[in-house]
């Protein structure tokens, strides 16, 4: 069994107590540091972070292999990566890269093929001079995103 695998096996009997908590990335570097990202339903506590940190650390040994420990929480402006985080973020606003434009717009629909975004646009009147604000409303494939950044507003 290699590092990686061991490690990946305590990480993941360290979420079976927390179904609320997922994995974004686990990497492991050449110098043995392990980083792991963790995203939540309702967020990622502090303790969850602890306690994931401890599954990991007190299960290896260090006389077996030296190594160094991160556990932290997704961050704020870190791309969206899992259709559960998706799903999580609905209601609020997106920015969306796509190969031929980039969209800012409320979520308001995600399942397990694509995502709805809706969102205001002003655009020339069909009749007469000047703009107009109409609602759009488009339906996009997580194959067709390149990015997704949920956007904090204050």
Request: aromatic fraction near 6%.
């Amino acid at each position: 069994m290699t590092f990686k695998d061991k490690v990946n096996g305590l990480l993941t009997e360290g979420l079976k107590d927390r179904p609320a908590v997922f994995l974004i990335d686990l990497a492991i570097t050449d110098s043995f540091k392990i980083i792991v990202t963790l995203d939540g339903d309702n967020g990622v506590a502090l303790q969850d972070c602890i306690d994931i940190s401890r599954a990991i650390e007190n299960n290896l040994d260090r006389e077996e292999q030296d190594f160094s420990l991160e556990v932290a929480s997704v961050g704020v402006g870190s791309p969206l990566k899992m259709v559960r985080q998706y799903k999580k973020n609905v209601g609020r606003t997106l920015i969306v890269k796509l190969a031929t434009e980039t969209i800012e717009a409320e979520l308001v629909e995600a399942n397990d093929n694509f995502i709805i975004l809706s969102w205001k646009a002003r655009e020339p009147k069909k009749v007469g001079k000047g703009k107009e604000t109409v609602q759009k409303r488009q339906e996009i494939p997580y194959t067709e995103i390149k990015e997704a950044i949920v956007t904090v507003t204050f």
